[in-house]
């Protein structure tokens, strides 16, 4: 059983920065892959970034080289440093971890970028 809380969201201007935060939380803290969807009003849920205990690491074309995700030692904590936003950047994002055969979500953070 995993719980997650998402944190960082909120207003900034286009090329601006964004850091937002994800920690893990229940009787287990062994989660093999952490990352971030995000969904904007009428599109679908994407995968932007993911981080795997195994140190991989993926990112959508559209934020490769402007967005870095992390994970601390303990793997708790999930990061997602956004740099160089773009309106289109705009959207609700969402912690995601996968557990074993489980997945599971948070409850999402609002990020808009405008001027």
């Known amino acids: 059983q995993v719980q997650l809380v998402e944190s960082g969201g909120g207003l900034v201007q286009p090329g601006g920065s964004l850091r937002l935060s994800c920690v893990a939380s229940?009787?287990?803290?062994?989660?093999?892959?952490m990352g971030w969807y995000r969904q904007a009003p009428g599109k679908e849920r994407e995968l932007v970034a993911g981080?795997?205990?195994?140190?991989?690491?993926y990112y959508a074309d559209s934020v490769k080289g402007r967005f870095t995700v992390s994970r601390d030692n303990t793997n708790k904590w999930v990061y997602l440093q956004m740099n160089s936003l773009k309106p289109e950047d705009t959207a609700i994002y969402y912690c995601?971890?996968?557990?074993?055969?489980?997945?599971?979500w948070g409850q999402g953070t609002q990020v808009t970028v405008s001027s």
């Open positions: 995601n971890a996968q557990q074993g055969g489980n997945n599971y």
């Open positions: 229940g009787r287990d803290f062994e989660i093999n892959i």
């Open positions: 981080h795997s205990t195994g140190g991989r690491t």
